[in-house]
Every structure is written in structure tokens, then in C-alpha cells.
């Protein structure tokens, strides 16, 4: 039986694909931030009779929960086939409003903690020659958005990352696989927002702005037909395939958004695309 490291499993997508893979016969390591989360998984897992799970904390932010959460699966299983990149946090407003230890913390954890994970697990693979890394980043690692300008910046980085650590392990056996989900409704979405503080201050010149737009996008988000369980799947199937492709986009949006991305003349897609959010936005009424 694979051994698999799930990041960040303690909500949303992270446990999702705990659950979904536990469920499919590999043994899972679903690492969390705190023993609510740790109960909480179980108890998921117990109710939809998966065996194979195992709860573990781990911050991604931390170098010594790291080692000891590898060492715990290398102590138990002898090897690990598997990483799930999946742990990462979110910071919302416009850049002039976010202070910079927000923004020193988003990096910290979404592209320094996503390496730190990496950077530990890979020599056991690489002394395997074999392995499955898989990092979950975001159609927002693609296209940028206002509004999430340094969330964007760190997917763009985790993107870029991937991409080169594919081509450095390829010759070594182990294989990279970018995961790139359209929104998907969770908890990231309430009580895991992460909005910056000066973005809910009413003296910044884009609160007004802000306003509108964390309304647009809790709409889009309520509405979103792309789920978690699809994200799950498409993890299984980077971590199952013989020969998985680099990228798997899920979600029809942020396929068609992409399509018209590459195929539209780029002041059409500006115009169209970017033009038409900005103009809804900072409408005047």
C-alpha cells in the first residue's frame, strides 16, 4: 500500500482528497493544524467507513513538525509515495491595503512552507526512484484577479516552481503534477477568508471597491458547480496514472476562462475579461 502526505486536511479540499484516497487504497497521512481538526477527520472518516487514514499535525510553516510528521510515515511504512501540497492560506484587498507581514505569512506558508514540505519528503523519493508530488495551485496561478493580487503572485510562484521541479525529477522517476481548481465552495470562503485588516478599514480609498467585489465573489463562489469531491478526483487520478499529465485543470470555468485566455487577440480578452470586472467594480452607482 502507497504512502500518501495530504497538507492541509483539516478543511476543505485537504480533506476531501484525505478521505477520497484513503478510500481507495492508498494509506493516508492527513496532516492538520490542531487536534479540532485531528477529531473532526476521524470522525469524517469513521462515518464514511474509510480505513487507511492516519491523523498527523503538521505546520508547513514549521521545519521540526515537518521532520517529524515525515519521519512518523517513513518509521511506519518504510517510504512515502506520495505529497499532496494542499496546505495554504488566502489574503484578500487591494494590494495598497495589505500590510506587509500579511504578506510576508502568505508567502511564508503558500510557496516557502510548500517547499520546506517538499524539500524534505524529496530525498526519500529520489532514493526510491520513484514518487508523486502534486501541488495544488489555482486557475488564479494562470490569470491573475483583482483583489487577490499577492494570493495570485504566490499560486504564479507555486506554478513556476512546479513546472521546473518536473523537468529537474523527471530523469529520476518521480513525477510533478500541478493541480489547477476553478473556485470551489469552502471553508475558505467564511471563516477562512483571510481578508487583510486594511482592506475592511472604511478610510481606505478602495473600500468601496473591495466592497463590491468580496460581494461578486460570494456569489460566484455560492454558485460554483466545481466541487471538492471533483478536485479529489483529479488528485487520485495524478497519483494513480501511469503517465499523469503536468497539469489538470478542474472546473469548466476556468477552462473557458483559460480558452478565451489563449485563443481571444489579447486587447479582446482584456477588454472583454479583465475590463468587464474592473468596470463592474468601480461602477460609480
Known sequence: MDSVIVTGSGTGLGRETSLHLAGRGFAV?????????????????????????????????????????????????GGIYGLVNNAGIGLRGFFEDLAEPEIRRLFDTNVFGTMAVTRTVLPHMRAAGRGRIVMVTSI????????????CATKFAQEGFGESLYQELLPLGIRVVLIEPAIVNTERWGIHRGVA???????????????????LASRISAAAPTQSADVARAIHRAL??????LRYMVGKRARLVFLMRRYLPEPLFDRVYFGGIVRYVTRSS
Open 29 to 77: 497521512y492527513a496532516t492538520v493544524l490542531n487536534d479540532e481538526q485531528a477529531r473532526s477527520l476521524e470522525a469524517a472518516a469513521r462515518e464514511r467507513k474509510v480505513s487507511g487514514l492516519r491523523v498527523l499535525p503538521m505546520d508547513i510553516t514549521d521545519r521540526a513538525s515537518i521532520e517529524s510528521a515525515t519521519e512518523t510515515v517513513l518509521r511506519e511504512t
Open 140 to 151: 488564479g496561478g494562470r490569470i491573475g484577479s483583482l483583489a487577490v493580487s499577492t494570493y
Open 197 to 215: 485588516r486594511g482592506a475592511q478599514d472604511p478610510a481606505s480609498p478602495y473600500h468601496r471597491w473591495f466592497q463590491r467585489e468580496e460581494a
Open 240 to 245: 494513480a496514472a501511469r503517465r499523469p499529465k
